[in-house]
């Protein structure tokens, strides 16, 4: 399909391409089975200037916005998503600082993050506090000497790997929704420490660990916009960033597809390549046709969000929703057609489905996106322009 590409969005999914075929593909399946932070990779990324890509020109970067961002996402994750979400939660870290930040925090870390120098990280969720991010009980106290943070985030992309964290934590607890704030967190800030690294089902070789606050103190001018504003750029940074996992899953998506096509060219049963079987030719077909409506959907989106609308929470759930959605259905498939081999380790698509399914979960369930879209069409029945 023509999606109307600009010279850079063509630019930067070329390279994306590149890296992610010259570089990820050799390297996958054992950065996959060892666990490994990618980052040689991450470093080829930051050669070629991929994350400049969501940093405006002014603080170093290439200025292109949640399109441009979508593209580089689902080019790595054709190959390998481990890696492309390792790249796109370094954004994830810097959009609250990017939208709400001051001049001064803006000049101190963007440029550091669009040359890939350094990498950020967001953390707001808790044991007891995943769907529901208002549950969280890390707290931040005002002192004389700046904020003290103590309490432990889990599941936190990027943790132990980035340098820069954005953290939410709770200035006063007796303000619900509007009692948390978000503040920078450098690594190497007494008190902060690195607890659990998770072992996953997918998406094996990103870094996912807790983040561990001891009587950590984080000067006042690392806070993020106003007191109590957290939660609420919790929820609008996820608005922003969920079409980079829908993103995410619709490469994952296009590179299991791929690889289905090409297998079933070359698989002889019967005395025939098991493409003429018309069961698997519908299999095929049902494929190719969804991840193209995810791209559609997801680029549409994109573009909606770039646009500076200004409420873009259901647009953004239901790219989500449907992508994720399609890209589980699509990699369960591609294990199908490769039949017993699928099933192993020595083929790609048995990884593409483990890596797939976190797109169902993180940054919101399906369930709640569910939840999202629905409340969105109670305050407001659409009415298509
Ligand atoms: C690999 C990985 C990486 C992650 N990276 C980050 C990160 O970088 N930063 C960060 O802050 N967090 C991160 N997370 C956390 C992630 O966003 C949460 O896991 C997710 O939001 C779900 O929360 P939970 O796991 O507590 O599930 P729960 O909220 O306990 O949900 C359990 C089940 O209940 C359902 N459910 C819950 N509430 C409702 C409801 N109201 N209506 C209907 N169904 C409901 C859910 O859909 C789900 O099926 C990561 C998680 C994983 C697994």
Redesign the pocket.
Known sequence: MEYFLNELQKTVKRMARTIAEERILPVRAELDEKEEFPWAIMKDLADTDMFRVFIPEEYGGLGGGCLELCLVVEELSRVCSAVAISYA?SS?GSFTLLQYGTEEQKQKYLPDIASGKRLA?????EAEA???IGAIKTTANREERGYVINGT?Q????GGEADIYTVIALTDKTKGARGASAFLVEKDTPGFSFGRK?K?MG?RASA?RELVFEDCLVPAENRIGREGMGFLMTLKLFDYTRPEIAAQAVGVAQGALEAAIDYARKRIQFGHPIISFQAVQHMLANMATDVEAARALVYAVARTVDSGAKNFSKESAMAKVFASDTAMRVTTDAVQIFGGVGYMRDYPVEKMMRDAK?TQ????????LR?VIASELRKRRTIQE
């Open positions: 939660s994830l990280a967001f953390a707001v969720t995943g769907s529901d985030k599941f936190i992309t990027n998770e996953k998406i996912t976190i979960i993180y940054e919101g369930t399906n369930q709640v939840n």
